[in-house]
């Protein structure tokens, strides 16, 4: 007579599902892939594409979400489509992106500089 196998024995134990890697996109990849679809969102804004210049724009500010000058196309698009709240806190926040750009570069000439004195 044959035994029925308990409910632990039933148990099967199957492979992890397995995710496929996204291969890991450089920092000049994401620039390079920002450039194209500022460059498609620009030709599209000058057709009267707005909605599709919008979301070209946003698609190029997840590559590169820190480029006041896509910031500040983005409230060019909106201030056409009559959106000019969103557009003008784009702005601000374009600007903000920018003092704070120039803010790192200058300290970094101020450390580099520091590092050459102090070697004299």
């Known amino acids: ?3 029925d196998p308990s409910p632990v024995e039933k148990m099967t134990v199957s492979e992890p599902e397995r995710t496929p890697i996204a291969p890991r996109i450089t920092a000049a990849e ?3 892939r920002r450039r194209h679809l500022v460059a ?3 030709k599209a804004k000058g057709e009267g594409l707005l909605e599709e210049a919008e979301s070209l724009l946003q698609q190029a500010l997840e590559a590169d ?3 006041p000058g896509t910031h500040e196309r983005l409230a060019e698009v909106w201030q056409a489509m009559g959106r000019t709240a969103q557009a003008a806190q784009r702005r601000q926040w374009a600007e903000a992106l920018r003092k704070e750009a120039w803010q790192r570069q200058v300290e970094a000439e101020i450390r580099g500089q520091h590092e ?3 070697d004299l």
């Open 65 to 67: 979400p820190k480029h």
């Open 116 to 118: 050459v004195l102090k």
């Open 1 to 3: 007579m044959s035994k």
């Open 40 to 42: 498609a969102a620009e």
């Open 30 to 32: 994401e620039v390079e």
